[in-house]
Nanobody
């Protein structure tokens, strides 16, 4: 069973860069045909897909966030990371990492990030 755990600061100031890490256990992030994503849910709104990094290392981003989003990975630590630049209070949300692969999917528990001065 694949398990994911988000970590990072819970409070970020406007204009700064939000950085979150997802630590994966139960599967290697380089396992063929596994895809690793970041998804967020602002308060009172629905889920928003932000981007995905594939087992190959290739990335794909939401068009609405592409200019501010970067997803990378550290295969030695079996982690992948989200960076969202130039944040505003509208980026306040619960951020989730998730995976699809091997015919199943898994989500982390989510982490609250608040953007405020």
């Amino acid at each position: 069973q694949v398990q994911l755990q988000e970590s990072g600061p819970g409070l970020v100031k406007p204009s700064q860069t939000l950085s979150l890490t997802c630590t994966v256990s139960g599967a290697s992030i380089t396992t063929n045909y596994y895809y690793w994503s970041w998804i967020r849910q602002p308060p009172g709104k629905g889920l928003e897909w932000m981007g995905t990094i594939a087992y190959s290392g290739s990335t794909n981003y939401s068009p609405s966030l592409k200019s501010r989003t970067s997803i990378s990975r550290d295969t030695s630590k079996n982690q992948f990371t989200l960076q969202l630049s130039s944040v505003t209070p509208e980026d306040t949300a619960v951020y989730y990492c998730a995976t699809v692969g091997g015919g199943a999917g898994s989500w982390g528990q989510g982490t609250q990030v608040t953007v405020s001065s």
